[in-house]
């Protein structure tokens, strides 16, 4: 049986203080961000002094109305045992739609219908049949409510581990964040959910803006999280414990004074182990879930996200203003990440303040459909399409940058006026 202790997030910007950082028992990685042939040096030198490493996947989408795709869960197995990982982790959310082809690039919350719990039983179960190792699923943060619930918290996460014997990833974080946001009390979920299933829990900061929590993963630790850190210990002796940072990455003396405050809410934790697995999926495979409900969660799901990413009209029922909030937060997120991904961009246009204008501009017309390494390159043919930037070295550097990564020729000036002619009617 595995026991973790308490953790961090391994993120490549602070490698080198995650190593340092004294007591360290375990970390947690992006699954999608590495590479089973080639993990970073930071990753094996932690291995080697025996700190656990586990992958946590953020691009299954469990909770959506496809069933779970087969190379996304392959890749997930493959790196739980490159890291010789207890368990994998996910996430109770969806994240794409095919109908329409839309990508959310973030964790959307599931609807707590018996519907959708019903699709995410069964894609659990595909999971759990494909993975070498057991999976945990954590419940997500949102800034919105779905109409017509059937099921708490609570509820959901209970029946969704008595049928598929999945085990619990806490975040307490979100559990917070939903308290502002929609209004859930964190500690009725603690009471309500089976702590024996508990894998692990996360921690994680975040900030209020005009009465709305963000979950940031960018901000330090509140006093109201380990408020419920400590209302969770007081209920379990959790395996582990991990602190998630993302962004706005503190020095190193921070990170080591948040975990040492992780360590005085949790105290001693060296007893305590993973559970056991659940349930093995039977041999013949889930039983499959009724087309008709599939098909219902998709198409629910699709209005949200064409709401949220295409200009849509909000479904009925949603709070409108919640819904743009929501919106501007993933516009401001798929910014933020096209830029880590190409930081050459933000440069080619002339700094932060014009990239996102330009960004932005861009997004409200053209949602994303294949994921942010595509979206980078589709926002530099945009510009291009349009002769810009108007400077002409800089169009001459993004052409070049364009041309580099797609593997073609940039699109000659009369394809480019057909294409601007084609979009202004569309």
Not at 186 to 215: C, Q, S, T
Not at 271 to 277: G, I, M, Q, R, S
Request: net charge negative; aromatic share 4%; charged share 25%.
């Amino acid at each position: 049986m595995a026991h973790l202790g308490v953790g961090i997030g391994w993120r490549p910007e602070i490698a080198d203080a995650v190593e340092r950082l004294p007591g360290l028992d375990w970390v947690e990685v992006v699954a999608e961000n590495i590479c089973p042939g080639h993990l970073p040096a930071s990753l094996l030198r932690l291995r080697e002094r025996g700190v656990r490493v586990v992958p946590h996947g953020v691009s299954l989408g469990l909770g959506g109305a496809e069933r779970p795709d087969a190379a996304k869960l392959a890749a997930l197995g493959e790196r739980a045992l490159a890291l010789g990982a207890p368990l994998v982790t996910e996430h109770i959310a969806f994240v794409r739609t095919s109908s329409p082809a839309l990508e959310a690039g973030h964790l959307l919350p599931v609807r707590r219908t018996r519907d959708a719990l019903d699709v995410l039983c069964e894609n659990v179960r595909i999971a759990q049949e494909a993975l070498p190792v057991p999976l945990a699923l954590e419940n997500i943060a949102a800034l919105l409510s779905w109409p017509g619930e059937e099921l708490t918290e609570g509820q959901f996460l209970t029946e969704l581990v008595e049928r598929t014997g999945v085990r619990l990833l806490i975040d307490v974080a979100n559990l917070h964040t939903n308290r502002v946001n929609r209004g859930e009390d964190p500690f009725a979920v603690l009471d309500a959910i089976p702590l024996e299933a508990l894998a692990y829990v996360h921690v994680a900061g975040g900030v209020e803006r005009d009465g709305v929590w963000h979950d940031t993963h960018a901000h330090p630790v509140p006093a109201v999280v380990l408020d419920v850190l400590a209302e969770l210990r007081e209920r379990v002796a959790p395996a582990g414990v991990l602190l998630e940072r993302d962004d706005d990455f503190p020095d190193e003396a921070e990170l080591a004074g948040e975990l040492a405050a992780i360590r005085g809410v949790v105290g001693p934790l060296e007893a305590a182990v993973l559970p056991p697995a659940g349930p093995s999926a039977p041999r013949r495979g889930p039983a499959p879930v009724d087309p008709r409900r599939r098909t219902r969660v998709g198409e629910e799901q699709g209005a949200l996200l064409s709401a949220l990413v295409a200009g849509a009209e909000v479904p009925e029922g949603f709070d409108e203003e919640r819904v743009r909030v929501q919106a501007r937060a993933l516009a401001a997120k798929r910014a933020g990440v096209v830029a880590k991904l190409a930081p050459e961009l933000p440069g080619i246009l002339g700094g932060e303040a014009p990239y996102r204008e330009a960004f932005l501009g861009y997004a409200g017309s053209r949602p994303m459909t294949a994921g942010y390494r595509r979206d980078a390159l589709d926002f530099a043919e945009h510009l291009l399409i349009r002769d810009l930037p108007t400077d002409p070295a800089a169009r001459r550097r993004l052409t070049t940058w364009w041309q580099d990564r797609a593997g073609t020729r940039p699109p000659g000036r009369i394809v480019r006026w057909a294409r601007a002619l084609a979009g202004r009617a569309a």
